[in-house]
């Protein structure tokens, strides 16, 4: 499976965005994560098709995980961007129930990744 994730861009505080992510084909679930530089790659959030979405408690209320089956897309808005939240975010798939969750090594297939610029 190959993912490939657009959307990002350079936005001011406060402003929303959202990126997509296409994959290539049938996932179980997808996820988003970001890196910031310096830092470690963090889970954002995950889809999964037979269980719904679910969210890092710090992104709660302001990112929303969304899916077009038919275009096997995911997306990701964020609303009320912040200085912090600018990174790369990375889409990631798994392709089975065995595998996915909250850790980047649970994930089988990444994109290459979009770099989201928030200034204040």
């Known amino acids: 499976v190959q993912l490939q994730a657009s959307g990002g861009g350079k936005v001011q505080a406060g402003e929303s965005l959202t990126l997509s992510c296409v994959a290539s084909g049938r996932t179980f679930s997808m996820a988003w994560f970001r890196q910031a530089p310096g830092k470690p790659r963090e889970f954002v959030g995950t889809i999964m098709w037979s269980d719904g979405t679910y969210y890092v408690d710090s992104v709660k209320g302001r990112f929303t995980i969304s899916a077009d089956t038919a275009k096997n897309t995911v997306y990701l808005q964020i609303n009320s961007l912040k200085p912090e939240d600018t990174a790369v975010y990375f889409c990631?798939?798994?392709?089975?129930?065995?595998?996915?969750?909250?850790?980047?090594?649970?994930?089988?297939?990444w994109g290459q990744g979009t770099q989201v610029t928030v200034s204040s």
């Open positions: 990631a798939a798994v392709t089975n129930e065995y595998s996915g969750g909250y850790t980047p090594e649970s994930y089988d297939y």
